[in-house]
């Protein structure tokens, strides 16, 4: 299994069009990055993508289904849109985080598994110009599973290359707190003895920073007449780099990652 890469979520490109009242999507992204952040051996996903909204709730599988009107790099899940201006944006989520399994990689041997937590998450963005973008967010772990905090801020640009095809680019700084830092790089004394690494307590603080550059290209099969579904292809490469307590883990095997993702969608 592919450990969710957060490089490979980069903010698309807005559509032209004004958002409808209601949106569905549907499709299918394949995805490459690293078996969990820090690991040297890479693996490959294929997932189907589910998108819905209407008005300021959406639901959707993972960022690259989010429908039309949704908020730009907006992670996967339940979200409420707080507000939409010219310039500012706002929305309140909650999101299903899957922790890690500890099959997922040989590396992971000993460690148990990561429980998974309900998040809530909560995001600002701010519109510079037309362009350029700042974005921040913070999430919580609501459910006590020792999932802690986290944190990021970012900037990112739009070009607009034709009518049917943008592209993006970003760079963004993650934070976390000292809880999910044990879970995911902490070495527990028991974890310790029953993996052979040894043993290592991290407290709060930087957490990686990913440079990102995604596209989507849109076109239609056929007539384009109301009823029948819009199509994108839509496609990012990223290059992280793990910061702060992160990098001394005994699991770290490397302090740089990249990843690609590629995908389909059909949009109602």
């Given amino acids: 299994m592919v450990?969710?890469?957060?490089?490979?979520?980069?903010?698309?490109?807005?559509?032209?069009?004004?958002?409808?009242?209601?949106?569905?999507?549907?499709?299918?992204?394949?995805?490459v990055g690293p078996e969990f952040a820090g690991a040297s051996?890479?693996?490959?996903?294929?997932?189907?993508?589910?998108?819905?909204?209407?008005?300021?709730?959406s639901l959707a599988s993972r960022s690259a289904f989010a429908v039309r009107g949704g908020e730009p790099g907006a992670r996967g899940g339940l979200r409420v849109e707080l507000l939409r201006s010219e310039r500012w944006r706002s929305s309140l989520g909650l999101r299903w985080d899957g922790g890690r399994d500890e099959g997922d990689s040989p590396d992971l041997q000993g460690l148990g598994d990561v429980r998974g937590t309900l998040r809530a998450r909560v995001s600002l963005g701010y519109r510079i110009d037309a362009r350029w973008r700042l974005s921040g967010a913070l999430s919580a772990d609501t459910l006590g599973r020792g999932g802690g905090w986290l944190g990021e801020g970012g900037l990112s640009r739009d070009w607009r290359l034709s009518p049917s095809t943008g592209v993006s680019a970003g760079a963004v700084l993650g934070f976390a707190g000292e809880r999910w830092q044990q879970n995911y790089f902490g070495i527990t004394p028991e974890q310790s003895r029953s993996s052979g690494y040894a043993a290592y307590a991290p407290g709060?603080?930087?957490?990686?920073?990913?440079?990102?550059?995604?596209?989507?290209?849109?076109?239609?099969?056929?007539?384009?007449?109301?009823?029948?579904?819009?199509?994108?292809?839509f496609y990012g490469a990223s290059v992280s780099r793990l910061l702060g307590p992160t990098l001394a883990s005994p699991l770290v095997r490397e302090r740089q990652g990249w990843g690609l993702s590629a995908g389909i969608v059909a949009r109602i």
């Fill in 3 to 31: 450990a969710p890469v957060r490089a490979q979520e980069v903010a698309l490109p807005e559509e032209a069009e004004a958002p409808r009242r209601w949106s569905v999507a549907l499709g299918l992204v394949a995805s």
């Fill in 204 to 233: 709060a603080g930087l957490r990686d920073v990913v440079l990102s550059v995604g596209g989507r290209t849109e076109f239609s099969l056929g007539a384009r007449t109301a009823p029948k579904p819009r199509w994108a292809v």
């Fill in 41 to 57: 051996r890479m693996g490959v996903t294929v997932q189907p993508g589910l998108g819905l909204r209407w008005g300021r709730v």
